[in-house]
């Protein structure tokens, strides 16, 4: 069976960001986060009942929202209930999203006691004018505030969300955010480009964009300074050295296990290859989450599915994948991939070197396109 994660999704944040399309909620008069810790331990329990998991967990990541509006006893609470539910690996990975706004140096220092190894910060950032654009609730200086608090509340392994692309940004303006924040010396950077997502207000009242040259140009250029400063893209918006590589997120590009505990939280469950790999799906709505009895949506994922979900994942990672991983992960004889393994290669979307197929440079740029070889008739 694959490694096995937990993903736990915490809906609230402090303000709904016009870009988001995440289950995110904005907190009207407070977060009931007893009540909210103890239907996440229920829910987990369900779960691990149902699927007969025996599997240690290799990384958590507590998601959102933002999870950091949570009290430290709160979160012990959670974790402590979670090694009682589930065997956590030695070295597991543990992850609390943050958003700067949301930083103190006691409540930092707390979380690192709990057992917290990995931030991940929200920065987005470091130019008051573009956060102000971004409906951010922090500012520049507050970015940087929020890095030095958890650099010294012990947090060595760190990652900083930057975009890229936003609403009358310049190539200059986006390099410097790149720039600056490799001097702050991440262990890990995700760096990624400004969508209109459906159901988002930028969606409804999209913002004037730069000119996509302008764009790609800013991404290069930001591309090769990470790269000469020790930061490989190892995956589409993600960049470390190989030992900083989240792991949590390699386990979902991997086609590895997870489960997803919270509002609005989905699992992917391998049962059986390849007949009983199952797909979950929790309330989104917090209010209907807290309000027992629900039903957990599950599904299974249908054999000629399956190359298509195994390849929108292990294209993303720039070292690709070997045809025994792909009958490893999913059950089915490699012939499966054959056709649109060799369109891919024909159409210069892929290359194959030491037996690992990956993207070219332009497939890597046209990411989109070679995924549809990939769809069933």
């Not at 909620?25 to 779960?47: G, M, N, T």
């Not at 706004?101 to 910060?121: H, P």
């Not at 764009?215 to 290069?220: D, G, L, M, P, R």
């Not at 490699?334 to 497939?363: K, M, T």
Request: charged share 20%.
């Amino acid at each position: 069976m694959p490694p096995l994660s937990l993903y736990i999704h915490f809906p609230w944040c402090i303000r709904k960001c016009p870009y988001c399309d995440f289950n995110s909620h904005a907190v009207k008069e407070s977060i009931p986060e007893a009540e909210y810790i103890e239907a996440l331990l229920r829910d987990l329990a369900r779960d691990v009942e149902y699927f007969g998991l025996d599997r240690a967990v290799v990384s958590i990541f507590m998601g959102g929202g933002t999870p950091s509006l949570f009290s430290p006893p709160m979160l012990d609470r959670l974790l402590a209930g979670v090694r009682g539910l589930v065997s956590l690996a030695v070295d597991c990975e543990i992850t609390l999203e943050a958003n700067p706004g949301t930083f103190e140096s006691g409540k930092f220092r707390e979380f690192r006691a709990l057992g917290i190894n990995r931030l991940s910060i929200g920065i987005q950032s470091f130019q008051d004018r573009h956060l102000q654009t971004l409906g951010r609730v922090h500012s520049a200086a507050e970015a940087i505030t929020a890095v030095e608090i958890a650099v010294a509340a012990g947090f060595e392994n760190f990652n900083l969300d930057l975009m890229f692309g936003l609403p009358g940004q310049s190539e200059a303006e986006a390099f410097d955010d790149v720039r600056l924040a490799t001097g702050l010396r991440p262990a890990h950077i995700s760096f990624y480009q400004l969508t209109l997502e459906p159901n988002t207000y930028f969606h409804k009242f999209p913002p004037r964009l730069l000119d996509d040259e302008v764009i790609f140009a800013a991404q290069k250029r930001s591309q090769a300074w990470l790269a000469e400063h020790g930061y490989s893209q190892y995956e589409v918006s993600a960049y470390a050295s190989t030992a900083n590589q989240c792991r949590h997120n390699r386990n979902y590009w991997q086609f590895g296990d997870y489960l997803g505990i919270g509002a609005g939280a989905h699992g992917k469950i391998s049962q059986a290859l390849p007949s009983n790999i199952v797909r979950t799906a929790k309330p989104r709505n917090p209010e209907q989450y807290l309000r027992e009895p629900w039903t957990v949506s599950r599904s299974r994922i249908e054999l000629n599915q399956l190359p298509l979900e195994f390849a929108m994942n292990r294209l993303r990672l720039r070292d690709g994948f070997r045809l025994s991983e792909f009958e490893v992960a999913t059950g089915l004889s490699g012939e499966a991939l054959a056709a649109p393994l060799r369109n891919g290669l024909a159409e210069g979307l892929l290359e194959l070197a030491d037996g690992f197929y990956r993207c070219s440079a332009r497939g890597w740029d046209f990411l989109d396109v070679l995924l549809e070889k990939f769809v069933p008739e």
